[in-house]
């Protein structure tokens, strides 16, 4: 066996012995995650790692945050969150030092490579929360399963139904108003958008709204410039993350009804692509925009 691996597995054996022995008398808690596997606890958790922005924004909404020891690359909010030790990026991590931390409980993002290092970790004998919020329904309900792996349902709970109220509200003030198509674009070169199963497909759709590509199943397909004009969306919106005007392209195309009507917005895109409770600021952000341009 390589030693980094038998170095893991001793850690991680280490670990389990000590979380046995640690809460002797303890009822144990089972929760599902959202892939539907059971995640049981001997005790409530008070060693969390983080391991997506998302996730760390979940578990202090939930009431667990004073619980979160390990984060990763871009967890910068709560505040308070950017002082706790980085184990890596979401697609890299350092699994020694993860170990080292004696976490009774991970909660991670469960696509892609991401998803693939959650169940190494699992397999190194660590509960895992897989955490895959397609919806707004799911993060409701996700503050209240991580609340009570954290033994903080009254938290948990709470936060959950102010999220359901204010999401509510969204929905009845926008939902019925006229309908706008739209372009999301997180990336130019490639040009990627946000297909169906993304939550900001949902968003739209409360803001009265909808997504040209949301009939595609990839999460953040890459699509062809020729078929963005073809779409010939009512509105373009940008959610960031380049430098430099991420919109000003579109402006060779005089035709196309979003730039005649200079219908093109820039929206913060760490409160409305992260699947985190914050996501409905972002949502009522782009409502009062699209509002906005239905006044015009």
């Keep these: 066996m390589h030693a980094c691996v038998l170095r893991y597995a001793l850690l991680a054996a280490l670990l389990t012995a000590c979380l046995l022995l640690a809460a002797p008398g303890r009822a144990s808690v089972t929760v599902h995650d959202d892939t539907g596997r059971a995640v049981t606890l001997v005790s409530p958790a008070r060693r969390i790692v983080s391991l997506a922005p998302h996730t760390t924004e979940l578990l202090f909404a939930a009431?667990?945050?004073?619980?979160v020891v390990g984060v990763t690359q871009f967890s910068?909010?709560?505040?308070?969150?950017r002082s706790i030790p980085s184990v890596g990026s979401g697609v890299s991590l350092d699994l020694e030092r993860i170990l080292q931390m004696k976490p009774d409980l991970i909660v991670g993002w469960n696509n892609g490579q991401a998803g693939m290092q959650l169940d190494k970790l699992q397999s190194?004998?660590?509960?895992?929360?897989?955490?895959?919020?397609?919806?707004?329904?799911?993060?409701?309900?996700?503050l209240e399963r991580l609340a009570q792996l954290a033994a903080a349902e009254a938290a948990g709970r709470s936060a959950a139904e102010r999220f359901r109220e204010r999401l509510a509200q969204l929905q009845e003030t926008y939902r019925q108003r006229r309908r706008l198509s739209v372009f999301y674009q997180i990336w130019r070169t490639p040009?990627?958008?946000?297909?169906g199963p993304h939550l900001v497909t949902a968003a739209l759709n409360t803001c009265g709204a909808d997504n040209v590509f949301g009939n595609l199943k990839q999460l953040a397909p890459t699509v062809a410039l020729e078929a963005v004009i073809k779409a010939n969306p009512d509105v373009i919106v940008a959610s960031g993350g380049e430098q430099d005007d991420v919109l000003a392209g579109w402006k060779r195309f005089p035709r196309m009804?979003?730039?005649a009507s200079n219908n093109l917005l820039l929206i913060d895109g760490e409160l409305l692509n992260r699947s985190g409770p914050r996501v409905l600021d972002g949502v009522e952000m782009l409502c009062r925009e699209l509002d906005r341009i239905r006044k015009k």
């Design 63 to 67: 009431g667990a945050g004073a619980y």
């Design 76 to 81: 910068d909010y709560p505040p308070q969150a």
């Design 124 to 142: 190194l004998g660590i509960p895992v929360f897989r955490s895959e919020p397609y919806d707004f329904k799911t993060i409701a309900s996700s």
């Design 191 to 195: 040009l990627m958008t946000l297909g």
């Design 257 to 259: 009804s979003a730039v």
